[in-house]
T-cell receptor, first 112, second 111 residues
Framework: DTEVTQTPKHLVMGMTNKKSLKCEQH?????MYWYKQKAKKPPELMFV???????INESVPSRFSPECPNSSLLNLHLHALQPEDSALYLC???????????FGPGTRLTVL | RKEVEQDPGPFNVPEGATVAFNCTYS??????FFWYRQDCRKEPKLLMS???SGNEDGRFTAQLNRASQYISLLIRDSKLSDSATYLC????????????FGAGTRLFVKA
């Protein structure tokens, strides 16, 4: 199984809502990532979990809160988002720091 | 200076053309290098890892020059289906999991 799955595929939320994005992989990878991608831009790293611990936080606003319940799951909790947070949110995983990353299909988020 | 820089593009080429993409990186401690392909509204997918000895996969050839901190991707005999954005990706070095993406180069292959 070389697949990273993400749910939901699409999400529309208001600025006062709380929602969560979910990511799952069963490749035994020990590092998982959240990226934000705006149109015509490359993915922008948000967070990295390695061995279930947060190892990188790229100065992301606190309205984004990551969680890694176990080595296969990664969540991104969203609260009080702004319209400029509308983007494609990609999850990825990798086995080691030298290996390629496998990306999920993303969640397309719209904040109204 | 950006950590990873790519040709700005877009590249517009006819079918059958050979096209080359270039990428430079600033961190000499970087250890791993990749080319990803991303289709419109899809996730990035690995095209090739890049090794110092150079590597080839069918019509695609990747090269790494560590001394010049330069990575290239050559596509021969371009197909319509090669139209996509090509992303140069460098691991951040120092054994960490940080990954740096170039801005991407858009390729349009036309009949």
């Amino acid at each position: 199984d070389t697949e990273v799955t993400q749910t939901p595929k699409h999400l529309v939320m208001g600025m006062t809502n709380k929602k969560s994005l979910k990511c799952e992989q069963h490749m035994g990878h020990r590092a998982m990532y959240w990226y934000k991608q705006k149109a015509k831009k490359p993915p922008e790293l948000m967070f990295v979990y390695s061995y279930e611990k947060l190892s990188i936080n790229e100065s992301v606003p606190s309205r984004f809160s990551p969680e890694c319940p176990n080595s296969s799951l990664l969540n991104l909790h969203l609260h009080a988002l702004q319209p400029e947070d509308s983007a494609l949110y990609l999850c990825a995983s990798t086995g080691t720091s030298d290996n390629e990353q496998f990306f999920g299909p993303g969640t397309r988020l719209t904040v109204l | 200076r950006k950590e990873v820089e790519q040709d700005p593009g877009p590249f517009n080429v006819p079918e059958g053309a050979t096209v080359a993409f270039n990428c430079t990186y600033s961190n000499s401690a970087s250890q791993s290098f990749f080319w990803y392909r991303q289709d419109c509204r899809k996730e990035p997918k690995l095209l090739m890892s890049v090794y110092s000895s150079g590597n080839e996969d069918g019509r695609f050839t990747a090269q790494l020059n560590r001394a010049s901190q330069y990575i290239s991707l050559l596509i021969r005999d371009s197909k319509l289906s090669d139209s996509a954005t090509y992303l140069c990706v460098v691991n951040g070095g120092t054994g960490g999991f940080k990954t740096i993406f170039g801005a991407g180069t858009r390729l349009f292959v036309k009949a």
